[in-house]
């Protein structure tokens, strides 16, 4: 049983028939999607200093775009059930990510998010079908110092919230990210639509 499908329960059974196989899938093998993200964009020119830093990390960028190429591969890692996502956006004169690992606490039934390569920030995430589709939100966040990990007061987090749906017309999947610092506001969106061959 995937990870996703644990955290969820019965609920998961609520979700588009496409976003089951999806997230059950990726506890098995890697999957891979690609796609166009039609809109992308980064928050106040004040944060440019964090996206730079955050580029080295594979975590957050600069660039901002239109019908971006997008790919995505989820792949599962280690004994812990880890689901490591892989998302890369093909700018015309470079390649940026926004890499996290993924784990199940089994005695909170919370995802356990570790994002950036090496991991820069930690969330919990909270799953929730609406409707036939997934959204993620973040919640308590840590900031990672290599073995050290320092809780982070609301002021300085950047809260995440992801939707997924699946369109049965243009048969793919729809996908909405958007991080806000209470503080700040935006500081990084995109959204767009990607289809997988590995998912039937």
Known sequence: MSIYKQVLGE??????????????????????GEGVMTEIQGGPKLLKPLMKHGMKRKLLFPESGEDVPFTIINSPRGKRKQIHWERQFHFPNNTRYFNALMSLNEESLVIEDYLGEPAL????????????????????????????????????????????????????????????????????????????????
């Not at 998961?12 to 098995?28: I, N, V």
């Open 11 to 32: 609920d998961f059974h609520q979700l588009h028939p496409m976003l089951q196989k999806r997230y059950e899938m990726m506890g098995e093998r890697p999957i891979r």
């Open 121 to 200: 920030v930690y969330s919990d995430l909270i799953f929730k079908v609406d409707s036939g589709a997934l959204t993620i939100r973040s919640h308590k966040q840590r900031l990672v110092l290599g073995k050290i990990e320092i809780p982070l007061p609301r002021w300085f987090q950047g809260l995440a919230v992801v939707k997924e749906s699946y369109h049965d017309q243009s048969k793919k999947f729809e996908i909405a990210v958007q991080v806000r610092n209470p503080l700040m506001g935006q500081i990084f969106s995109y959204k767009g639509e990607f289809t997988s061959e590995d998912i039937t």
